[in-house]
């Protein structure tokens, strides 16, 4: 497979240099905000200062300094009136056998969904001795190893210091790789090659963990003890996984994600991991090594994890007030877009008017059934500048308000060739819709896929077009290879829906020969 290789640039808040004077001031906000814990983040920066380890209290000022944004994330299921369900994902042979139950779940009580019941932050929870233990491990991977001699302090503190991966339980798993993968440094040919020892890394990975779908409705990310008890998870598990393992061995490894694919459903998260040359290699845990994964779905989006906060992250811009579209809030992510797809910067129009007290407006994919946000700008006016926006995707432009997607403006295409086409539905000029097909989802190894689905002779599908909503335009029930819809508005999308889906079928136009082109 193609070897995909992207140039690195690294965020951080503030440098990592030597300090005689007090910490930063993004140290001394978090342990303002500690309350009784505050003593516990004190006592590690004064164990670094009277041991005279200069660089480890560097490096703890910038763990502490950029915990605002990192806990613990726990979820409960709850049902329509609000009450909690109970569920358990390996209760269930199989996705599917998973996806019935919640359906005949939702049939008894309602629209279930999970909702964030405890967050444990870091600043007020970490214990001192955990993080001090974290710390020199930490260092004495990098002093130890061959393969990490190349990092700069800088990229040590964002790909191999970090003592969590996501929103999982906070967990000590750094002394056990650093004994579980000890034979690796007399494994490999080239031990200054990082690429080379997680290659050797994931393999081992490979030999007990597996993805399954069924962790798509797990309620929280795995910690690395219920990973070595059940052996398997979902896409963010294995990224986390081989985070643990491969920083443990200060191999620097990252995840970066999208919040939606553009032209599936579902979303996905992967590593990447910082060669020798400061290039960056993507890869699978737990599935694909470095050099041999690819990419097989349409991006509009990727961003970045990071243990930092940065910048120009909607996190960061937001007032404390405004909520954010699910995946887009958090202050340690980074747009990377440009690093994986071509890239193109719109201005599009949003002329609907905003709601009340709203500062953004989002850029949103169809996906699963719905549009949703992976995107966001400031606006103001009746225009939006969108920066490094992926394209040959349909988007729509809309506000988050009370938790919900609003149009702002006509939904579009951004063509291949950066061309902004607005699907604004003509209805003084109609056509006629001959359609042949549908498509489903795939769950293939750590993510879905899509395939065309022929239609079902004797079952019935609704046909939907867009207009600011889905608008019923008939339904009829297949007797033939083809379903004919007449006198449907031109211009727009359309959504065919088979009786009883999920809705995960795609959204699709009609070119120019009358035939289907999926989006």
């Not at 798993?173 to 440094?185: A, G, I, K, N, T």
């Not at 699978?284 to 989006?301: F, I, S, V």
Request: glycine share 6%.
């Amino acid at each position: 497979m193609r070897k995909i290789v992207f140039f690195l640039l690294v965020p951080f808040v503030f440098a990592c240099g030597p300090r005689d004077f007090e910490p930063p001031e993004s140290v001394i906000a978090i342990l303002d905000k500690a309350g009784d814990n505050r003593e516990e983040l004190e006592n590690v920066i004064k164990h670094y200062k009277e041991s005279g380890e200069v660089l480890k209290e560097e490096a703890a000022y910038f763990l502490i300094g950029n915990m605002e944004d990192h806990g613990y994330l726990d979820y409960v299921l709850l049902d329509s009136i609000g009450k909690k369900v109970d569920f358990d994902v390996l209760s269930f042979k199989d996705y599917e056998a998973l996806l019935d139950g919640w359906d005949q779940i939702e049939e008894k009580r309602g629209e279930i969904h999970f909702k964030v019941d405890t967050l444990i932050t870091d600043f007020e929870n970490i214990n001192s001795d955990y993080l001090i233990q974290d710390i020199d491990l930490a260092f004495e991977a990098w002093e130890g190893y061959p393969w990490a001699k190349h990092l700069s302090f800088d990229q040590f503190c964002e790909y191999v210091l970090p003592y969590r991966s996501s929103n999982e339980p906070m967990e000590e798993w750094r002394s056990f790789f650093m004994d579980e993968l000890s034979w690796v440094v007399d494994s490999i040919i080239d031990k200054s090659d990082p690429v080379e020892a997680a290659c050797f890394v994931n393999d081992y990975i490979k030999s007990w963990f597996r993805f399954d779908p069924r962790y798509y409705e797990h309620p929280t990310d795995q910690g690395l003890a219920e990973i070595l008890q059940n052996k398997m998870g979902r896409c963010e598990d294995m990224t986390n996984l081989a985070i643990y393992a491969m920083r443990s061995l200060a191999i620097p490894v990252m995840s970066d994600f999208t919040p939606y694919w553009a032209k599936t459903g579902n979303n996905h998260a992967w590593n990447a991991i910082l060669n020798k040359n400061d290039s960056v290699i993507i890869f699978m845990g737990g599935e694909a090594n470095p050099g041999h994964y690819e990419l097989h779905h349409q991006l509009a989006k990727v961003y970045r994890k990071t243990f930092s906060e940065y910048k120009w992250s909607l996190g960061v811009k937001m007032e404390e007030w405004e909520i954010a579209p699910p995946y887009l809030g958090k202050k340690s992510i980074k747009d990377v877009t440009d690093q994986y797809v071509p890239t193109k910067s719109v201005y599009i129009d949003i002329s609907r008017g905003s709601p009340d007290s709203t500062n953004f407006v989002y850029l949103c994919v169809f996906n699963s059934g719905e549009w949703k946000a992976i995107d966001y700008t400031r606006f103001k006016g009746a225009e939006a500048k969108f920066s490094k926006v992926g394209m040959n995707v349909a988007y729509l432009p809309a506000f988050y308000h009370n938790h919900k997607i609003i149009p702002a403006g006509d939904a579009l295409i951004l063509s291949d060739s950066g061309k902004v086409i607005i699907k604004k539905p003509d209805l003084n000029n109609s056509i006629t819709v001959e359609i042949s097909a549908t498509t489903y989802r795939v769950t293939k190894q750590s993510t879905d896929f899509i395939a065309e689905n022929k239609l079902i002779t004797g079952k019935k599908y609704t046909l939907f077009y867009w207009d600011d909503e889905w608008i019923k335009a008939g339904n009829k029930e297949v007797m033939g290879e083809v379903l004919l819809f007449e006198n449907i508005p031109s211009n727009t999308f359309y959504w065919l829906i088979a009786e009883d889906s999920r809705e995960e079928e795609r959204i699709f136009t009609i070119n120019e020969e009358g035939k289907q082109v999926w989006w």
